[in-house]
């Protein structure tokens, strides 16, 4: 039966056992098209990298004897809509079955869905072989229970698969190291010069300059720097076992101005797009722990793998739990828009200044810089959380939505009234001058509150506090902070409402 097997260009795991063995009656279809670099403007190296690492995916299964048919985003029988393509090629080469790998996007597996409920021959859809959950394994987990706690998912998934466990109990005594992870970097550890590849992008750029693509963010040289096949993402995680490893725990929510990616991994891309999957990483840090782990403390590993087993496949089963309608929530009913310096980095205020930049020059930034600088912002200033999730959709080369939504809509904006977060991730100027060196060089006073020079940050956290009392006042977490703020007196409390209201207002004068 001749059959033709679509595969997206998040799922290029050629692991996969569709790949075992060749078959002259399967043709593959991959397809660059402007259905998926419209939906939201993406940063320019994010297209980079997903083209790239797309073309030599199905360069690779040609090599291996595979039939493929390839558009590229310029070819003239590309329609641009996967509706459309699918229709035509199963039209003109007389497919009797299609199959596909189940999506990871709910507005893609919607599409496909009706696709096959269109067409008059078989289909059959497969898992990508991916991920260590099934899509609603977590769902079924929690069914019943009234919180979804990260940790309880965690524990269960360490026990499930045997991963640093002594029996049933945790190696080392203790199932979490968090607390031991909150290091400051000052500059006292060495950092090793970052694995950047070199990819020679320059056709693909000159492809998305003449399909004239709407795109955001930099892109300064013609080679790109993450990894485009499944070669280069395990060169990357080795690079990462031997070099970045040994202080990954201890440094992981730290931010300094001279460092862009301090100890952690830059793995999301290859990993979001199925280069690699989340087992490689898993047990090869590992086993390179158990090797080599002589002089590496088990909270670098355990902060590493909760990253992996933990917050990566729980976020996913969020998503498919609560969607679609978990895209609509704003608890908070927050309505603003983001600021201009978003997208420019324009602004006197250093942490935000080097965490955007960061994010337009290389499509990355690290957790902390989304979710206490940048996500931290946009909640305290009442964005509209349509608007957050649309930069943060496009602004990084690893934002696919089923992991990007429910960490900024949820973990970082709080707009599912805690669904995700037991609180909402917001922090006055204080924390962020704990985590960074930030402040020591901005235009602002991380000690004042309403002064010209005050840090925004201090009278913003006050204020969100008090205009979203009616949501968060009964949260049991908030109490020491809402019994403090009970505490100021008027007078103070009016003139920070008073600052507050004017950055709110006017967000690109700051
Ligand atoms: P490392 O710090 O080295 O961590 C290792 C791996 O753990 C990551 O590669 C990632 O796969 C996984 N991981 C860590 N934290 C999370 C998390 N909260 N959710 C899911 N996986 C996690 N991650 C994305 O992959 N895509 C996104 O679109 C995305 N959007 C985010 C938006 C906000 C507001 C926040 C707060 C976090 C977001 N994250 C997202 C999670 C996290 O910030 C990135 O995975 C991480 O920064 C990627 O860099 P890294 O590979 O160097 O990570
Ligand atoms: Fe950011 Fe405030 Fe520190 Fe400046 S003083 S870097 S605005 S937290």
Redesign the pocket.
Known sequence: MKTLRLLLGDQLNIKHSWFNQTNDDVVYCLFEMRQETDYVNHHIQKVIGFFAAMREFAQNLKDKNHKVIYYKINDSKNTQNLTQNLSVLIEENKIEKFEYLYPDEYRLDNQLKKICKSLNIKTEVYSTEHFYTKRDDLATFFDGKKQYLMENFYRNMRKKHDILMVGDQPEGGKWNYDKSNRNKWKGEVNIPNYKLFKNDVSEILEDINNAKIKTIGNFNTKTFSYPISRFQALQQLKYFCEELLIHFGDF?DAMHTDEI?LF?????FA??IKLISPKDVVTTVMNYYRKHGDGIDISQVEG?VR??IG??EY?RGMYWAFMPDYKNLNTLENKNELPDFFWTGNTKMNCLKHSIKNSLDNGYA??IQ??MIT?NYALLTQINPDDVDKW?LGI?V???EW??LP??RG??QFADGGKIATKPYVSSGSYINKMSNYCGNCYYNKNKKTEDDACPFNSLYWNFLDDKRTFLGNNYRMGMMYSLLDKMNKTELNNIKEKAKHIIENPNEY
Do not use: C, E, P
């Not at 952690?264 to 999301?268: K, N, P």
């Open positions: 992981q990616y952690h991994s830059r793995l999301s990993m979001n590493f990253q992996i917050w990566r976020m690290h957790h989304r979710l996500g943060y990084y690893d934002a696919i992991v990007q960490n900024t973990m970082s």
